[in-house]
């Protein structure tokens, strides 16, 4: 049985890197061909919502909250551990899979790219892309990744035109069963809940709520769709989504002179599950359903309405508007079509895909401008075009909205269905050829001793600086070509502190070294003094050493019948030589931080009788109860 590693959103989330997780994971899960481990991105390792998956699934951050939080010290490095970087060596080795699938956006599986067991299994980068031109990180690991796969066909073409003619188009998949035309007497009684006209006209949009969504646009065209036609029936738009980030609706509205009545929103209750579409008027307000005070809210990515409920919302609708500056796929795009809607959409980046001839699409005219900073194309769609499209749809007969949404409906089942996408994956996966690795034998065997304490000496030209800590401190020479060089001389050019940098370079080593060349504290132990053991622990600073030094003859005259180990780092060793109080110096180890393996707890036998960690806080670990054994000096109020 082949085993299969997905690196994406969990498949429980709202995302649409989630909503493809959850359908191609069920549709692998119930070919009972493959063993399924689901990398959850942003989640705890050992989250107990993941064990309700019917394969495994784990998390990307770890699960001790001292570690996340030194992590969370540098941001670049949280966004990377979040999408996956800081475990991925650790999983990888656990699990073994024979494919990995990063399946996420380009930036967040970059990380994998560079590993040793990337090449030595199969490995595939499934990504979206969104904008020209293409993003340069995306164009120069091309020739990297030997399955390197993009939701839409837009960007596809491009990376085709630059000569990377291996990249395909994979689509994300969409379990095309949950969302269908309802009957005409459904769809009556669901506007007559939601105390919505039965012939009113209905433009709907479902959406996260960010900039790339052109909400602006959207009520402008209507605005002005409304003053050209003057509908005789009453019209809504129906947006769904969290409205407590991105646009703010209703102030735009205003400037358009549209009624706040007219805009809809999807509510759902966080306790009973069920949902409303009405006007919105804040968040956390009382469900109707079940009387729950401050339940109801609007769906975001976290927690929003289940398909079914979805496939309703869609259904009170008469035509869908998507207009975006650019986007990988927009799921909704395919959801709504699906239900029997016609579909404006913004003909630019997966935008042309949806409105290729048999779409059933209606192309929304744009206007190019560049992103700030990333100078990328986006586009600013026509509110004039949006105008035409609502227009064309309103004086449609039923029967012609009808004949083209089958249209649509079928293009997608054709393109996106799981089953589609479901049976490709799956026949890649079957005829890949045989790859053996053993991911701990080889990363061992390819280890080198990393010095985290390495003196790197005052170096002006940055170049030669970032050089010397790759050297110094890793190991390694890094050539000035390489990923990681640019990244570190990118960051210092923003005035990313040296300090900054130097402290990563020391952590990353540190890491290396407790990976593969483990301390093992009893190594550093006489074997005739056990039961009479004492531990000093002050790794740092130079300063807080020395002036320990005054307290370790009060130690010795407290616990005479005991050797005194002090616990530091080693550029500290010269300040305790000769220190006739001092039995032993140990090089420090982050181990050392818990009083309670060092003296013992549970089944775990003890190595020090007594451990003072003087550099950690009560309130971060117990460091005050030494086995009971140690001697209160009630005059000076210390345990020395």
């Known amino acids: 049985m082949k085993k299969l590693l997905f690196q994406t959103d969990s498949s429980l989330g709202k995302t649409g890197f989630g909503r493809n997780a959850k359908a191609l994971l069920s549709y692998l899960y119930k070919t009972k061909k493959y063993e399924i481990v689901q990398y959850c991105c942003g989640t705890d390792y050992s989250n107990p919502a993941l064990k309700t998956t019917p394969w495994k699934s784990i998390g990307t951050l770890p699960d001790d909250h001292n570690e996340k939080q030194q992590i969370g010290q540098d941001a670049g490095q949280a966004r990377l551990a979040s999408y996956g970087a800081y475990l991925v060596d650790k999983v990888m080795e656990e699990e073994k899979p024979d494919f990995y699938f990063g399946v996420q956006d380009i930036w967040g ?88 006209e039965e012939d009113a006209f209905v433009i709907g949009f479902v959406f996260r709520n960010q900039l790339r969504k052109s909400v602006p646009n959207l009520l402008e065209g209507y605005a002005k769709w409304k003053e050209q036609e003057k509908p005789k029936k009453k019209t809504y738009l129906l947006f769904h989504t969290y409205w407590k980030e991105g646009w703010n609706i209703h102030k735009l509205a205003k400037e358009y002179n549209i009624d706040l009545s007219e805009i809809l929103t999807t509510h759902v209750c966080r306790k009973c599950g069920e949902y409303e579409v009405k006007p919105y008027e804040k968040e956390e307000v009382k469900c109707p359903y079940c009387g729950e005070a401050n339940s109801q809210v609007t769906p975001n990515v976290s927690f929003g309405v289940r398909e079914d409920q979805l496939n309703e919302v869609y259904n009170l609708m008469d035509y869908y508007c998507h207009p975006f500056t650019s986007g990988g796929q927009e799921i909704p795009i395919q959801e709504a079509k699906l239900t029997g809607l016609i579909t ?93 690795y053993d991911f701990v034998d080889t990363e061992a065997k390819n280890a080198v001793r990393n010095y985290p304490d390495a003196y790197i000496p005052p170096i002006e030209d940055d170049s030669e600086w970032v050089l010397t800590l790759y050297k110094e401190i890793l190991s390694t020479d890094n050539h000035v070509n390489d990923d990681g060089y640019k990244n570190w001389m990118t960051a210092l050019s923003n005035k990313v502190p040296r300090s900054q940098v130097h402290d990563y370079f020391k952590k990353v080593a540190r890491e290396h070294n407790e990976k593969h060349f483990p301390v093992k504290i009893e190594d550093f132990l006489d074997k005739d003094d056990k039961g009479k053991r004492i531990a000093y622990v002050i790794p740092e600073s130079i300063v807080d050493v020395f002036l320990s030094t005054a307290l370790f003859k009060s130690l010795k005259a407290k616990y005479p019948s005991y050797n005194l180990y002090v616990v530091t780092q080693p550029q500290n060793f010269s300040i305790l030589e000769g220190n006739e109080y ?29 451990a003072f960690t003087p550099h950690l806080s009560t309130q971060r670990i117990h460091n005050y109860v030494h086995n009971c054994k140690d001697i209160i000096d009630t005059e000076r109020l210390c345990t020395f």
């Open 109 to 196: 599986t970059e990380f994998a790219i560079g590993k040793k067991w990337f090449d030595k299994i199969h490995s595939v980068i499934w990504t979206t892309l969104d904008s020209l031109p293409i993003l340069p990180s995306a164009v120069s690991n091309a020739p990297k990744i030997e399955n390197y796969w993009i939701w839409s066909s837009f960007a596809t073409k491009e990376l085709h035109r630059l000569g990377h003619t291996h990249v395909k188009t994979m689509h994300g998949c969409i379990e095309t069963d949950y969302f269908y035309p309802l009957e005409d007497e459904e769809k009556k009684k669901l506007r007559k809940r939601h105390n919505i």
């Open 344 to 436: 404006g959409v913004t003909n630019y980046s997966c935008g042309e895909e949806s409105c290729e001839e048999g779409s059933g699409s209606l192309p929304l005219d744009w206007s190019e401008y560049r992103e700030h900073q990333t100078e990328f194309k986006k586009a600013s769609t026509c509110p004039f075009s949006i105008c035409t499209s609502i227009d064309v749809v309103y004086n449609m007969s039923k029967e012609e909205r009808e004949e083209q949404g089958a249209v649509s409906r079928q293009w997608v089942i054709d393109n996106f269905s799981v089953e589609v996408i479901g049976k490709k994956i799956e026949e890649f996966i079957d005829n890949a050829p045989e790859k053996n």
């Open 582 to 610: 001092v039995h032993k110096v140990i090089p420090y180890n982050v181990k050392f931080d818990n009083s309670l393996f060092l003296e013992g707890m549970g089944q775990q036998e003890s190595l020090f009788e007594i």
